[in-house]
């Protein structure tokens, strides 16, 4: 179990990868190019926008627990092939869902179901990244 000083330790590095996806989705959204990503284009431009929302619900809920909110900005992937530019915002995508659903588990043990809810409104917006991303990629998960 982990306490409130390591707990907001651990949003901090989160907040350093919703700052680096935000600069990396804006950066891809100017460098993807052909007429079958037009509306990929758009949709990673609005995944900008909401990892810049949970960035500034991040700060507040460091904040609210006595930590200082970092301006440190985790490193961003650069490409200049589509699939690779789509593959590598999936992957921050992936780890941005995994360290939430740790989050939760760490905030809810300390008692702080209200801090887990707001980590959980921002975990679902991070699946619906991944399902679109996926989709852009053609990514089909299907059971047979």
């Known amino acids: ?16 990868k919703e700052y680096a996806a935000m600069i ?5 959204s100017s460098m993807l190019h052909g007429a079958e990503y037009v509306e990929v284009i758009d949709k990673i431009l609005e995944h900008a926008k909401d990892e810049h929302e949970h960035a500034v619900i991040l700060t507040d809920i460091i904040q609210y ?10 490193p961003r992937q650069t490409s200049l092939d589509n699939r690779e530019m789509l593959y590598q915002d999936l992957n921050y995508e992936y780890d941005a869902l ?10 809810e ?5 209200d801090i887990g809810q707001k980590l959980r409104n921002i975990a ?5 990244h991944i399902i679109d991303l996926e989709k852009a990629l053609g990514i089909l998960k299907v059971d047979p």
């Open 124 to 128: 679902l917006e991070e699946e619906n």
């Open 109 to 113: 043990n300390l008692g702080l179901f």
């Open 98 to 107: 995994n360290g939430y659903n740790q989050r939760i588990s760490q905030a």
């Open 1 to 16: 179990m982990i306490n409130k000083k390591e707990l907001i330790s651990n949003l901090n590095s989160d907040l350093t």
């Open 65 to 74: 627990l006595g930590g200082i909110p970092t301006v440190e900005v985790y």
């Open 24 to 28: 990396q989705y804006i950066q891809h």
